[in-house]
Nanobody
Framework: QVQLVESGGGSGQAGGSLRLSCAAS????????MGWFRQAPGKEREVVAA????????YYAVSVKVRFTISQDNAKNTVYLQMNSLKPEDTAMYYC???????????????????WGQGTQVTVSS
């Protein structure tokens, strides 16, 4: 089992920055892949970033590439999402997710992951 606890959400201005944290516990091999997905009211879930925690490979959705950075601190069992140049359309509930194995074509799909947390709200005003 894997437990994921997100923190760091809140409100920000367009053009500003926020950093989300995801503290993970449970079997290390069960979270070989970790990522973040978001869901806004009335919209489908969207994986915005993912990382192979065994190395440094990262993956990003086109909508956030260059603006968002996913990183990890294995000593703290924590994954971060640094969000820069925020836009109002980034407003959503953000969830941390994890899986032992993810097929390459599912790295940016929610269905590729087995575990997720309770989420943290991000609101960006113009």
């Amino acid at each position: 089992q894997v437990q994921l606890v997100e923190s760091g959400g809140g409100s920000g201005q367009a053009g500003g920055s926020l950093r989300l944290s995801c503290a993970a516990s449970g079997y290390t091999y069960s979270r070989n892949y970790m990522g973040w997905f978001r869901q806004a009211p009335g919209k489908e879930r969207e994986v915005v970033a993912a990382v192979d925690t065994r190395g440094s490979d990262t993956y990003y959705a086109v909508s956030v590439k260059v603006r968002f950075t996913i990183s990890q601190d294995n000593a703290k069992n924590t994954v971060y999402l640094q969000m820069n140049s925020l836009k109002p359309e980034d407003t959503a509930m953000y969830y941390c997710e994890a899986a032992e194995t993810v097929y390459q074509w599912l790295l940016l799909h929610v269905s590729g992951y087995e575990y997720w947390g309770q989420g943290t709200q991000v609101t960006v005003s113009s």
